[in-house]
């Protein structure tokens, strides 16, 4: 098929994201850097760091023929095994916050669970491409890629990190539901995954912590419920309009992580309800267009691919502004595109590219 022109939509609507992060990271975390490290701005130069990286990336992955990466599914799922198993070995992986996510990589640190979400796309589009006709079957068809989610989402959770091992699941369910899985095997491990879920928090006494406080924050205020009163502190504050760019008071040490977990905060109480749904509109158009280019690709890979790509950032942006607006307990996820965080801003620019790459194939 003929190449056309990218989705300038989807374009449009990715450069808008970036540029709105840049500017909530530039407020939110100025004045975290200060304390830190006695520059307003270090959060914010290394973010433009990681943006020359992420579009550097980007722009080799949307040149490359996409279906390239259907042959290198396997690898590229090796490889990010062999992270998560290297992040989780003491003195090799970083202990920060009480959890081993990061690999030291010289100047820069990198977080494996990041590539596990983009690689368990391709490997699920990939598969699912090859055996489309087997899907609906458990030995022979679903149950390999149900095993390969599940080592991923335990090595995920041995970090730990609930967070990203749900939204994993949550992107893997997506696009096994999307690949013709049958309804009523989907409603059974949708089940199961709830309970094994439900497990994972009762067995840490701080999940457990942080289920109840969602339950009633208001029973702890200064301690188990503190991070979100203050988050529905900012975004109450704010009203309609905002108090203005930069004139955040929650974000003087009040409110927890106000540049990464709860920037959305933030945004809301320097922009208001308006600025909120701005933001929100701008990832509604994303998951349009991303479906939209998922079913006029006439390639099941590369329709499974945008379904995939689309769900990682859309699926992780509903859990982050669930959980800042208490419609969920606490998850310690970033929202994408927006909070600070190199090797998320790396992973979704790059795996965003991919779908701007996709869409020149699309039909009419």
Do not use: C
Not at 130 to 144: A, C, M, S, V, Y
Not at 173 to 197: E, H, K, Y
Not at 349 to 354: D, I, P, R, S, V
């Amino acid at each position: 098929m003929r190449k056309k022109l990218p989705d300038f939509i989807l374009l449009f609507t990715i450069i808008a994201l970036v540029l709105s992060g840049l500017i909530m990271i530039l407020s939110a975390s100025s004045v975290k850097a200060e304390q830190l490290f006695s520059n307003s701005y270090y959060f914010f130069y290394n973010q433009l760091k990681y943006l020359g990286v992420a579009l550097l990336l980007s722009a080799i992955i949307y040149k490359l023929k996409y279906k390239k990466l259907k042959d290198l599914a396997p690898y590229l799922l090796l490889v990010s095994l062999g992270t998560l198993i290297l992040v989780l070995i003491p003195g090799v992986g970083k202990m920060a916050g009480g959890s081993r996510r990061w690999l030291p990589l010289g100047p820069v640190n990198f977080q494996p669970s990041e590539l596990a979400k983009f690689t368990i796309v391709i490997y699920l589009a990939a598969y699912i491409d090859k055996n489309k006709d087997k899907i609906k079957q458990i030995k022979n068809g679903i149950l390999p890629p149900l095993i390969v989610i599940g080592l991923i989402s335990f090595l995920i959770l041995l970090e730990p990190d609930l967070g990203t091992a749900v939204s994993l699941a949550a992107v893997a369910a997506a696009m096994i539901f999307v690949g013709g899985i049958r309804i009523s095997l989907f409603i059974v491990l949708s089940i199961v995954s709830l309970l094994l879920s439900l497990a994972a928090i009762m067995a840490e006494p701080y999940r457990r912590e942080r289920l109840f406080t969602f339950l009633n924050p208001w029973q702890d205020p200064l301690d188990s419920g503190y991070h979100i009163i203050q988050s529905l502190l900012a975004l109450g504050s704010g009203g309609l309009f905002g108090v203005g760019a930069g004139n955040s008071h929650q974000k003087f040490l009040y409110l927890p992580e106000p540049g990464t977990d709860f920037i959305f905060a933030v945004l809301g109480e320097e922009f208001g309800l308006l600025g909120t749904l701005f933001i929100v509109s701008l990832y509604f158009l994303l998951a349009w267009r991303g479906l939209k280019i998922a079913t006029r690709v006439d390639d099941p890979f590369g329709s499974m691919l945008a379904v995939g790509i689309t769900s990682i950032v859309v699926i992780q942006a509903l859990i982050n502004m669930a959980v800042v607006t208490s419609l969920m307990p606490v998850t310690g996820i970033t929202l994408p595109l927006i909070s600070y965080g190199g090797s998320s801003l790396v992973i979704n620019l790059t795996a965003l590219a991919l779908l701007l790459n996709i869409s020149r194939y699309v039909e009419g």
